[in-house]
């Protein structure tokens, strides 16, 4: 592990729930992000989810974080292509990845069980055959990593009809702004080992959750272990020119005192399998325990080894200072013994698979 950042759901409440509303927590999540990169974490990242009370349009939060800190990776994890304009996307990140100085990593894949029947069809995006709409993401994924490469989405129209008068009639136009390094920053969130490699065949970096949508008998960690294995041996054969990053998520919570032990140590502490999404799969283990015995359990956990980031999921409507006090405690007495690099000692890097 060289980097870990944190995961938030961005869970708010609604009507007479109790808990941050969506105003609270979006600003929460701004002021946990700059507390963060105070110390050295690297990464802040979002679920986005929609039709439910939590983080749907991520955008105007990261370009916030992004403007207001100095060292820490701002992402998703992940967007859900069902919904999105690939084109728009590709104008958003690139503005985004430029404003940062590339402090980007946009996560991206088919996406999860949403509360609404099919809900990508009232953003208005139809004809999807599949009914998870993975055929409909997938073809908006390759036009929105053609135009993040620079490729010609349209044509310029004729010299008359042009204003300003920029280009040659027919000639191929790209989207703009482009980010030369914007591929490099955009992830893959694969929830088995098959789209595992074909993200890497896609030439993008893979980003593994808290659960696989695999039951082998196996733990998660050993799945996942396979799964990045696989992928990195895929990257090889693609023959791509530079080294991706892999994440996986987890969640840990440090306990270093009696309210901690009290609130955490409870904790289910094995992986579990269920039902999710009509598949099989297996969800991860939490990890809380002392200091000394998370670091023993993570050594130990195959993935978070392959892995070159870490991601932890946080209880964000539990409030800024109990997830700040999570982090800390995870940065000063967890993550040095498993190789961290602080923010602010250097970039984010990719894991040598040389």
């Known amino acids: 592990m060289k980097s870990f950042g944190f995961l938030s759901f961005g869970h708010y409440a609604i009507g007479n729930q109790a808990g941050p509303g969506a105003a609270d927590m979006l600003k929460q999540a701004l002021e946990l992000s700059q507390a963060a990169d105070e110390i050295g974490v690297n990464g802040a990242y979002f679920r986005v989810h929609h039709f439910a009370p939590q983080g749907a349009s991520p955008m105007p939060l990261l370009g916030a974080i992004a403007g207001s800190t100095k060292h820490i990776e701002v992402g998703t994890g992940v967007i859900d292509m069902r919904y999105e304009n690939p084109l728009y996307l590709a104008e958003e990140t690139a503005a985004l990845d430029l404003l940062s100085d590339g402090r980007l990593a946009i996560g991206v894949s088919r996406g999860s069980p949403e509360p609404a029947a099919r809900g990508w069809e009232s953003f208005g995006y139809t004809g999807a055959k599949d009914p998870k709409g993975a055929d409909l993401a997938r073809e908006k994924f390759e036009t929105f990593l053609a135009a993040i490469d620079g490729q010609g989405m349209a044509r310029a129209a004729s010299a008359e009809d042009q204003y300003p008068r920029m280009f040659q009639a027919g000639t191929p136009l790209p989207v703009f702004p482009h980010s030369p390094g914007l591929r490099e920053h955009i992830w893959w969130g694969a929830g088995s080992r098959p789209t595992a490699e074909q993200a890497a065949r896609d030439g993008v970096n893979l980003m593994s959750s808290t659960l696989v949508t695999e039951a082998t ?137 040389s």
């Open 217 to 353: 008998g196996q733990s998660l960690a050993e799945i996942q272990a396979e799964q990045i294995q696989l992928y990195r041996d895929a990257w090889k054969e693609a023959g791509h020119d530079w080294t991706p990053r892999v994440s996986v998520s987890r969640s840990v919570f440090p306990i270093t005192n009696d309210r901690e032990r009290q609130m955490f140590g409870r904790t289910e502490d094995s992986d579990s399998v269920g039902i999710i999404d009509g598949m099989r799969s297996t969800f991860g283990r939490t990890y809380a325990d002392e200091p000394d015995k998370l670091i023993e359990q993570l050594l130990a956990d195959e993935a978070v080894q392959s892995a070159d980031t870490l991601m932890l999921t946080i209880p964000n409507q539990m409030g800024v200072d109990l997830n700040l006090s999570i982090l800390s405690n995870f940065a000063e007495h967890v993550a040095p013994a498993l190789g961290w690099i602080p923010a602010d000692q250097g970039p984010a890097t990719g894991y040598d698979i």
